[in-house]
């Protein structure tokens, strides 16, 4: 019986070293801003939840998925089809500004024409060109 406690007593420490390696580990290497904030609160000392959290090894891939998509839209954006997305991002955006502060219908369709024949050389009224396959 003392063999079986003892057993599960030595797992539930290791467990918990292991947990407060993984919550140094992702702390220390949260060095930018931009990762700071997509540091998971089980990661994070100051966190409300940090000591009711247990940290899991989804949460160690969650953060590393995080941090890599992030990375991934950064060096993206470097890049000049990321240059042409983020353009369309901000197509997008201007185009949602101008859905939400539309008053008439006739009005938005003319001012959204005029977005789409401005930055992207399309009528709102075209249909747009198929994407060639090579």
Known sequence: MHKIID??????????????????????????KNMKENLNSSFNKDSYNYNDD???LA?????I?????????REIEKRPEGKQLARLKEIKRSALDTIMESEAPTA?????NKHMTKFLGVSWHE???AIEHN
């Open 7 to 32: 057993a599960l007593q030595d797992a539930e420490e290791t467990l918990t070293k292991a947990q407060a390696s993984a919550q140094s580990f992702f702390e220390k290497k949260a060095v930018n």
């Open 54 to 56: 247990k940290i899991t």
């Open 59 to 63: 949460d160690c891939n969650d953060q």
């Open 65 to 73: 998925r995080t941090w890599a998509k992030a990375l991934a839209e």
């Open 108 to 112: 938005l369709i003319e001012t959204l």
């Open 127 to 129: 249909q747009p060109k």
